[in-house]
T-cell receptor
Framework: ELKVEQNPLFLSMQEGKNYTIYCNYS?????LYWYRQDPGKSLESLFV?????AVKQEGRLMASLDTKARLSTLHITAAVHDLSATYFC??????????FGTGTRLKVLA | NAGVTQTPKFQVLKTGQSMTLQCAQD?????MSWYRQDPGMGLRLIHY???????DQGEVPNGYNVSRSTTEDFPLRLLSAAPSQTSVYFC?????????????FGAGTRLSVL
């Protein structure tokens, strides 16, 4: 059974600092997703990573995928308060079954 | 283009009551799914459907029923609500044709069972 683990679960960081969220998954998959969720809101798609070595960047966020290590990272550069949210990774099992990590709650302090 | 629409947004039930959470999408997506979100547990898949007339169980299907008579609609039924079903429920849809299979989520239904 596919399992997805994220760490850390909670992250409190100062504005301007860099940090990385890790997403490990237990079996082979060729699709990995990152979502953002603001408190009380729905999930918003950030990135989809389709192949080994894939890297995508949007603003201060950069996601990468290593399928051999079964690891994806979400790197935050020079954090700002607006990035405070919960971030989820999800892995596609087969064609249609998505398995989510438990989420990383990020709080950026001024 | 409304995307994925869920109703109601909030609901309070008494133990043993039944209700249906509605989900509709207007993107002609073949795949639809229901998740529940509980603190510290991420999103857990309840049921999913890969097309009209085709449904399957996810990780936590007990206590929930689904059907899919049209491409657009995928209702979730609670037959006899229990306090353990207090949660936030999200419906999502996706399309495999682009190769990316990105899921789009509804706004959620916050359910309390007393």
């Amino acid at each position: 059974e596919l399992k997805v683990e994220q760490n850390p679960l909670f992250l409190s960081m100062q504005e301007g600092k860099n940090y990385t969220i890790y997403c490990n998954y237990s079996t082979t998959s060729d699709r990995l997703y990152w979502y953002r969720q603001d408190p009380g809101k729905s999930l918003e798609s950030l990135f989809v990573l389709l192949s080994n070595g894939a890297v995508k960047q949007e603003g201060r966020l950069m996601a990468s995928l290593d399928t051999k290590a079964r690891l994806s990272t979400l790197h935050i550069t020079a954090a700002v308060h607006d990035l405070s949210a919960t971030y989820f990774c999800a892995v596609l099992s087969g064609t249609y079954k998505y398995i989510f990590g438990t989420g990383t709650r990020l709080k950026v302090l001024a | 283009n409304a995307g994925v629409t869920q109703t109601p947004k909030f609901q309070v039930l008494k133990t043993g009551q039944s209700m249906t959470l509605q989900c509709a999408q207007d993107m002609n997506h073949e795949y639809m799914s229901w998740y529940r979100q509980d603190p510290g547990m991420g999103l857990r898949l309840i049921h999913y459907s890969v097309g009209a007339g085709i449904t399957d169980q996810g990780e936590v299907p007990n206590g929930y029923n689904v059907s899919r008579s049209t491409t657009e609609d995928f209702p979730l039924r609670l037959l006899s609500a229990a306090p353990s079903q207090t949660s936030v429920y999200f419906c999502a849809s996706s399309y495999s044709g682009t190769g990316e299979n990105i899921q789009y989520f509804g706004a959620g239904t916050r359910l309390s069972v007393l």
